[in-house]
């Protein structure tokens, strides 16, 4: 067995609940490893230092007041929200606060609304007197492609041409 392994059962043999098999490893490995034998002292020497340690025993009913001033205590979530809430409610800032974000929403609105109809400004400004007749009949424009494809347009021609090819 390694020593990471052995490092592991080094507790378990303390307490003598390893099986007798595992113990004779755990041995025979500290009789040949030093660093796992200092890991073997650090460990009795913990262990007899709590064997000196005396019980305490609480007082009477303590458990249960301890019990019942748990059940009382607010968790931090519980008392940010009390005292967030209480702020609110005592000082009356829900009014305040309500304001408040209207005017940035209404604000905002505004001032997007400002923006994009500033920068299509500067744009119409920039084009040209054809470009702008373009933007003023773009729904033509759209459609271009498809009144040039229409074979309507041949037919007047034909229609207009009539009189010509009777006489």
């Not at 249960?64 to 059940?71: C, D, E, N, Q, S």
Request: proline share 4%; glycine share 6%.
């Amino acid at each position: 067995m390694d020593c990471q392994g052995i490092r592991k059962l080094i507790p378990i043999y303390l307490d003598k609940e390893l099986e007798p098999q595992e113990s004779q490893q755990v041995r025979e490995h500290l009789s040949g490893c030093p660093e796992c034998q200092k890991e073997f002292g650090a460990f009795e020497e913990s262990w007899a230092m709590l064997g000196e340690l005396s019980d305490i025993r609480p007082e009477p009913g303590f458990v249960g007041r301890f019990w019942t001033r748990l059940a009382l205590e607010q968790s931090w979530k519980e008392k940010v929200l009390g005292a967030v809430s209480n702020g609110l409610i005592k000082r009356r800032l829900v009014p305040v606060l309500v304001t408040a974000c209207i005017v940035v929403i209404t604000g905002s609105f505004v001032l997007h609304n400002y923006f994009r109809i500033q920068t299509t400004d500067q744009m119409l400004s920039s084009l040209s007197q054809e470009d702008l007749a373009m933007v003023e009949n773009i729904e033509l424009a759209e459609n271009l492609e498809l009144i040039e494809e229409m074979d309507f347009f041949e037919d007047l021609d034909i229609i207009e041409n009539l009189d010509a090819l009777e006489t």
